[in-house]
């Protein structure tokens, strides 16, 4: 059975970067036939997409985050990982790891981790 | 404000059967596949129906899809206490060329 487990800083200053990590276990990151993403959740509001990527590379964002969001893959370790620079506590929210497939449907998601932007 | 768009909230009583609606437009829904999450209180959101109506193993047959132009369903029949959640559609949106979710859905069952 396909896991994904966030692991990161719950506690982030304003103005410096968040990065989380995503393990997956249970199945190889490499496969070809999906790709690897991130949503976020502000507390009591709905999700928002971050960004997707492939085992390859070629990540692709939110335009409304793209200036700041980095996406990036480890294939050795069958990890992601994001960052994402210049916080505020805007960004404050659960922070979702998930798999995605070739109709954009998030099957298997991670079970969150809460990222809080204080000083 | 969500690029789809669906009622904040919705309620029914045991047994009923309840309809929630995603409104959005020919860059997403009119032209690509609909998916639907329910996610329970304090946990993570969780695959309920892809591809506009095709349900994942374990998955209740009470729960159903549809699409139909820029518009899309998900229906519960036989509702139970336990599917009081809030609900999420999604899909990818070619003018933004990302992953684009409603608002959700709240649903309570009285």
């Known amino acids: 059975q396909l896991q994904l487990q966030e692991s990161g800083p719950g506690l982030v200053r304003p103005s410096e970067t968040l990065s989380l990590t995503c393990t997956v276990s249970g199945g190889s990151i490499s496969s070809t036939r999906y790709y690897w993403g991130w949503i976020r959740q502000p507390p009591g509001k709905g999700l928002e997409w971050i960004g997707s990527i492939y085992y390859s590379g070629s990540p692709y964002y939110n335009p409304s985050l793209k200036s700041r969001v980095t996406i990036s893959v480890d294939t050795s370790t069958n990890q992601f990982s994001l960052k994402l620079s210049s916080v505020t506590a805007a960004d404050t929210a659960v922070y979702y790891c998930a798999r995605l497939t070739g109709d954009s449907t998030f099957d298997y998601w991670g079970q969150g981790t809460l990222v809080t932007v204080s000083s | 404000q969500s690029v789809l768009t669906q009622p904040p909230s919705a309620s029914g009583t045991p047994g009923q059967r309840v309809t929630f609606s995603c409104s959005g437009s020919?860059?997403?829904?009119?032209?690509?596949?609909v998916s639907w999450y329910q996610q329970l209180p304090g946990t993570a959101p969780k695959l309920l129906i892809y591809t506009n109506n095709q349900r994942p193993s374990g998955v209740p047959d009470r729960f159903s899809g549809s699409r139909s132009g820029t518009s899309a369903s998900l229906a519960i029949s036989g509702l139970q206490s336990e599917d009081e959640a809030d609900y999420y559609c999604?899909?990818?949106?070619?003018?933004?060329?990302?992953?684009?979710f409603g608002g959700g859905t709240k649903l309570t069952v009285l």
């Open positions: 020919s860059s997403n829904i009119g032209s690509n596949p």
């Open positions: 999604a899909a990818w949106d070619d003018s933004l060329n990302g992953v684009v």
